[in-house]
């Protein structure tokens, strides 16, 4: 779990400093001000630390973080993630834990295999933390995970280690406590639930719900929104979301209809209470159906961020309130459209 992370030269940020909730965390932006770099970023920090036989020598660590991020950006080299804006002058990333545990290193353009820590106190393992592409890949995942495993594909690593993480078996045994809760409000949300048989992905519909499949059918026939979420589902069967971990979603509403983004925002609010979520979104719908639930007090920790170009790159604005993170022209162009759809008569 992340709580805060300063960046200096970072690929378009010139100089930002995030403090993030434990619960939920919403980063909005235009296309280009670098909503999916951050996400990125996070998760490349936690996922360097997750390894289960990670050596926490500072040497082993330095070049196991540069891996990641070159992996996870699918740069052509760690230093290209360093920014131009100011010449070569040297990225700068300084993380930090409840733990009281600390990250601190840098890294110049010219830099291919490791980065420089100036600080590292992190001595142990933390939980492993899952990234969610916008594309769901649990119609191609048959034959996917080989492939992306074993060949040069060009796909970064996000979508390696999630194929990795839906290969894993369910938990045996019933989830409980606030898992199983919140399995259960997923489950009722698409209808049914998701199984792995013979390296592919079927939708079992539940009888008890109107309005499902009552049959199984392969991942590929599901509604692609039933397939984004039925990720989460089969995810919370097998352990890869439990309680304390991170997630990170990058653009979760794509493909859904305001219906279905309602529900989300529900399962969202749900899971923050029990794991860190940090997502990145582009929906008026979505962010002004999580002021509703923070507004009848259903999200008690929740933290927004806005992305705004400026002259020097990109400066990010932080509040607890979604109006504390100045305008936004994608936010506005939304707002604009329905006043002029509203003042047509239509």
Not at 14 to 43: D, M, R
Request: glycine share 6%; aromatic share 8%.
């Amino acid at each position: 779990m992340l709580k805060k992370l300063k960046i200096e030269n970072f690929t378009c940020f010139s100089k930002s400093a995030l403090t993030f909730s434990k619960g939920l965390n919403v980063i909005v932006g235009e296309n280009g001000t670098g909503k999916s770099h951050l996400l990125k970023l996070c998760y490349a920090v936690l996922r360097s630390l997750a390894w289960p036989d990670a050596s926490f020598a500072k040497e082993a660590y330095a070049r196991d973080f540069a891996k990641h991020l070159t992996a996870v950006f699918r740069a052509d080299r760690l230093g290209r993630l360093a920014s131009r804006v100011h010449g070569h002058s040297s990225c700068t990333i300084r993380a930090s834990w409840p733990e009281k545990w600390e990250l601190v290193c840098n890294f110049s353009p010219k830099n291919t295999e490791r980065v420089h820590l100036d600080s590292f106190s992190c001595n142990t393992a933390i939980s492993l933390p899952l990234f969610l592409p916008p594309k769901e890949i649990l119609s191609v995942y048959s034959g996917f995970y080989h492939a992306i495993s074993t060949r040069e594909l060009h796909f970064d690593a996000t979508y390696l280690d999630l194929a990795k993480a839906l290969s894993a078996k369910p938990l045996k045994g019933p989830r409980k406590g606030s898992i199983a809760s919140s399995l259960e409000l997923l489950e009722q949300t698409i209808g049914g639930t998701v199984k792995l048989e013979n390296d592919a992905f079927y939708y079992y519909g539940n009888q008890s719900q109107k309005n499902s499949v009552n049959k199984r059918l392969e991942a590929p026939l599901m509604a692609e929104g039933h397939r984004k979420l039925g990720m989460l589902v089969y995810l919370l069967q097998t352990g890869g979301l439990q309680e304390r971990s991170s997630l990170f979603w990058d653009e979760p509403e794509s493909n859904l209809n305001p219906c279905l983004i309602k529900k989300l925002a529900s399962i969202l609010v749900d899971l923050s209470k029990i794991m860190q979520i940090t997502v990145a979104t582009h929906s008026l719908f979505l962010l002004r159906e999580l002021e509703i639930m923070q507004e009848k007090k259903s999200l008690p920790n929740v933290r927004y961020f806005g992305l705004h170009f400026a002259k020097n790159g990109v400066d990010v604005t932080a509040g607890d309130s979604a109006n504390d993170i100045g305008d936004l022209a994608m936010l506005d162009a939304s707002i604009a459209q329905s006043e002029e759809y509203l003042q047509c008569g239509m």
